[in-house]
């Protein structure tokens, strides 16, 4: 199971990622996805359904690399909680999402980049779930109060999600998401074959030269 959420699709960008407005009964309504991305929301929302047991949760990250990531974070964020018990509250909470040193210092720089002061734990969560799975399980995918758009990506944008092995004319290797999507394209006149080869060529170029 992949442990990162896609980047959003032309349809759930707008709402930095989170859903997509769709028409039921002649009224707009926001829903998650179809995407990959849309799909894996969903998934976390059925967990949140049913959440995990707490005592069943065992951390990955180590409590020293946790502790390490906790006074980065304590250090460099103005208001970030301070001393001995700042610190291994933020420690807890970052075992409680990263699952690994590389995951934690992603977190660290995103949240010394995304904020001039500490916006809070449930924050961080926030930012944390804009990209990676939580460890323990509870993935906050709430409109932040400080980017009502969405956590700004630090990823390259990319439209179209073409997976290396996608068969030619597909858009996805969910067979019944492929043909929703091509059916749907098709009615908006979006996309000519030729246009879907064309994007492929587009996304190998681009992942050769970054
Ligand atoms: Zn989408």
């Known amino acids: 199971m992949s442990m990162e959420y896609p980047e ?12 997509r407005l769709i028409e039921k009964d002649g009224v707009e309504v926001s829903d998650r996805c179809t ?44 208001d ?20 690994n040193v590389s995951q934690a210092q992603w977190l660290v720089k995103r949240m010394t980049r995304l904020y001039s002061k500490w916006p809070g734990i449930r924050e961080m969560r926030i930012v944390f779930c804009s990209r990676f799975m939580a460890a323990d399980g509870v993935d906050l995918m709430e409109v932040s109060a400080h980017y009502p758009q969405g956590i700004p990506s630090d990823r390259p944008s990319r439209l179209v999600e073409a997976p290396a092995r996608l068969a030619l ?20 006149r979006l996309a ?16 050769v030269n970054g």
């Open 8 to 19: 959003p699709c032309a349809l759930c960008a707008p709402s930095g990622g989170t859903h």
């Open 35 to 78: 995407c990959a991305r849309g799909q894996m929301l969903r998934r976390a929302d059925e967990r949140r359904q049913n959440p995990p047991d707490p005592g069943q949760f065992r951390p990955t990250l180590s409590t020293k690399a946790a502790t390490q990531a906790a006074r980065a974070l304590s250090q460099m964020i103005p």
């Open 80 to 99: 970030a909680p301070r001393g001995v018990e700042g610190v291994t509250m933020l420690a807890d909470e970052l075992m409680c999402l990263c699952r």
């Open 169 to 188: 004319g597909s858009v996805s290797n969910d067979g019944a998401l492929n043909a929703e999507v091509l059916t749907a394209a098709r009615a908006k």
């Open 192 to 207: 000519s074959p030729k246009r879907v080869v064309n994007v492929h060529a587009y996304t190998e170029k681009k992942e």
